[in-house]
């Protein structure tokens, strides 16, 4: 493979692939809802995407281990629950969604999934204090009904266990 199609691989997301956001709990995730539009929120001031792995670059342990170093969520009282799974040509079937590479050599999986705005086909970049528009509301609704896996965090577990002896 030459280095340009190794770079194109890298800044590209490709249909095929497979990518993982970070699920926390209970907002984002529980046992009687499952995956929760919640899982899809930007929470940061100015952030325009949602944060994801790509599984191409971040083996299922890596991803695990980058969820459990997650210290802010976007609501007091979440902890990191494990991950979802998504096709990203699932994603992208939507018109007004896009899966962008992050890639840096320190964090190669990182990705980001785009909103846009449909009147003008505006990246959605989150306001502080601002309500989120009911379009992005459906997109993040979207998002939870498309997941093709949860993957529970192991070590969620071994922490309950501790906790409890």
């Given at each position: 493979m030459s280095d340009q199609q190794m770079d194109q691989e890298k800044s590209h997301v490709a249909d095929n692939e497979i990518v993982y956001r970070m699920i926390s709990s209970p907002l984002g995730y529980n046992e009687v809802t499952g995956v929760s539009p919640d899982c899809f929120?930007?929470?940061?001031?100015?952030e325009s995407y949602?944060?994801?792995?790509?599984?191409?670059?971040?083996?299922?342990?890596?991803?695990?281990?980058?969820?459990?170093?997650?210290?802010?969520?976007?609501?007091?009282?979440?902890?990191?629950?494990?991950?979802?799974?998504?096709?990203v040509s699932k994603i992208r079937k939507h018109e007004l969604l896009e899966v962008i590479s992050k890639y840096t050599d320190k964090h190669p999986g990182h990705a980001g999934i785009q909103m846009m705005l449909s009147e003008d086909n505006q990246v959605y970049k989150n306001k502080d204090g601002e309500p989120t528009p009911m379009e992005i509301l459906?997109?993040?609704?979207?998002l939870s009904g498309i997941v093709e896996e949860i993957i529970e965090n192991p070590a969620k577990d071994l922490e309950e266990t501790t906790t409890i002896l």
């Open positions: 929120k930007l929470f940061r001031k100015n949602i944060s994801v792995e790509r599984a191409k670059y971040s083996s299922l342990d890596e991803a695990l281990s980058n969820g459990e170093k997650i210290k802010m969520w976007f609501a007091d009282g979440e902890t990191f629950w494990g991950l979802a799974s998504l096709k459906a997109l993040q609704t979207y």
